[in-house]
C-alpha cells in the first residue's frame, strides 16, 4: 500500500499507525502546500484533493483518516490500537473524532486558512466583525479544546484501551501544530505528546518527514 503525505499535515498520524501495525507500505511526499493534491493527476486518485490518502495493493483509495484508521486497526488487532471493549472503543472514538472534526477541521482550520470560513461566515458578517476575528475564534477554539481533552486524558497514559491507539495518533498530529500557533499545551496533553514522539515508530516517521 502507498501512501501519500505533506508536510506539516494531518497525514502524520496515517503514517504513524502504518509504520506502528509493520506491515509493507510505500510513503510518498508530496508538497501539499504548493498544490500537489489540487493537480489532475492527485485528484484522479482521491477527488477529494486531500492527504492521508491511502492507495491499496488492490488500487482502492482509502481516504479520511479516522476511517483509515479504523482499517488499519483492523489489521493489527493484537495491537489494541481500537480496543475490542465497547466502552474503551467509544472512548477511542469520541476523543479521535474530536481530534479529527473539531481541534483539526473547525479550531486549527480557522487558524490556518481563515480565508474559507470568513466569506461564508454568518456571525462575522452579521456582526461586521474586523480581518483577523476567525483566526482569534480558532485559536480561542484550540484553547478550550486542549483543556477538554486535558481533563478527558486525567491520569491516563494513552487516550482509550490502556495502549497507544488510533486517537492517541490523531491527538498528536493536533498537539503537534500547538507550537506553529502558539498555543500552550495543558499538562496531561503536553504529557502525551512526549510519551507519543517517544515510540519508535513515531520518531522513526519524524525521521523521514525531518520536523519536530
Ligand atoms: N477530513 C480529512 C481532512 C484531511 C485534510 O484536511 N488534509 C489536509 C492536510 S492536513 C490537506 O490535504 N489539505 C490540502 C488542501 O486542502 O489543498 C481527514 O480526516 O483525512
Same mark, same amino acid.
Given at each position: 500500500?502507498?501512501?501519500?503525505?505533506?508536510?506539516?499535515?494531518?497525514?502524520?498520524?496515517?503514517?504513524?499507525?502504518?509504520?506502528?501495525?509493520?506491515?509493507? !507500505?510505500? /510513503?510518498?511526499?508530496?508538497?501539499?502546500?504548493?498544490?500537489?493534491?489540487?493537480?489532475?493527476?492527485?485528484?484522479?486518485? &482521491?477527488?477529494?484533493?486531500?492527504? $492521508?490518502?491511502?492507495?491499496?495493493?488492490?488500487?482502492?483509495?482509502?481516504?479520511?483518516?479516522?476511517?483509515?484508521?479504523?482499517?488499519? +486497526?483492523?489489521?493489527?488487532?493484537?495491537? &489494541?490500537?481500537?480496543?475490542?471493549?465497547?466502552?474503551?472503543?467509544?472512548? +477511542?472514538?469520541?476523543?479521535?473524532? !474530536? +481530534?479529527?472534526?473539531?481541534?483539526?477541521?473547525? /479550531?486549527?482550520?480557522?487558524?490556518?486558512?481563515?480565508?474559507?470560513?470568513?466569506?461564508?461566515?454568518?456571525?462575522?458578517?452579521?456582526?461586521?466583525?474586523?480581518?483577523?476575528?476567525?483566526?482569534?475564534?480558532?485559536?480561542?477554539?484550540?484553547?478550550?479544546?486542549?483543556?477538554?481533552?486535558?481533563?478527558?486524558?486525567?491520569?491516563?497514559?494513552?487516550?482509550?484501551?490502556?495502549?497507544?491507539?488510533?486517537?492517541?495518533?490523531?491527538?498528536? !498530529?493536533?498537539?503537534?501544530?500547538?507550537?506553529?500557533?502558539?498555543?500552550?499545551? $495543558?499538562? &496531561?496533553?503536553?504529557?502525551?505528546?512526549?510519551?507519543?514522539? /517517544?515510540?519508535? /515508530?513515531?520518531?522513526?516517521?519524524?525521521?523521514?518527514?525531518?520536523?519536530?
Amino acid at each position: 500500500m502507498k501512501l501519500y503525505w505533506g508536510p506539516h499535515t494531518c497525514a502524520i498520524g496515517t503514517h504513524v499507525l502504518l509504520e506502528e501495525i509493520d506491515m509493507p !507500505y510505500e /510513503a510518498e511526499k508530496i508538497d501539499v502546500a504548493g498544490g500537489a493534491t489540487k493537480e489532475p493527476w492527485f485528484k484522479a486518485i &482521491n477527488p477529494k484533493a486531500k492527504v $492521508p490518502t491511502l492507495v491499496l495493493d488492490d488500487g482502492r483509495v482509502l481516504t479520511e483518516y479516522g476511517a483509515i484508521a479504523v482499517w488499519l +486497526a483492523r489489521q493489527a488487532p493484537h495491537l &489494541n490500537l481500537l480496543p475490542a471493549d465497547p466502552d474503551e472503543e467509544e472512548r +477511542a472514538l469520541s476523543l479521535m473524532d !474530536y +481530534a479529527v472534526g473539531t481541534i483539526h477541521g473547525q /479550531a486549527f482550520a480557522r487558524v490556518f486558512m481563515p480565508e474559507k470560513f470568513e466569506p461564508q461566515d454568518p456571525v462575522h458578517q452579521t456582526l461586521g466583525l474586523g480581518q483577523g476575528s476567525v483566526k482569534k475564534q480558532g485559536q480561542q477554539m484550540i484553547e478550550e479544546a486542549f483543556a477538554i481533552v486535558d481533563r478527558q486524558l486525567g491520569g491516563r497514559e494513552w487516550a482509550a484501551g490502556g495502549t497507544f491507539g488510533i486517537a492517541d495518533a490523531a491527538l498528536f !498530529y493536533v498537539e503537534r501544530w500547538a507550537s506553529q500557533v502558539k498555543a500552550e499545551l $495543558p499538562a &496531561n496533553v503536553a504529557a502525551h505528546f512526549e510519551r507519543v514522539k /517517544a515510540r519508535p /515508530a513515531v520518531a522513526k516517521v519524524m525521521h523521514v518527514w525531518g520536523e519536530s
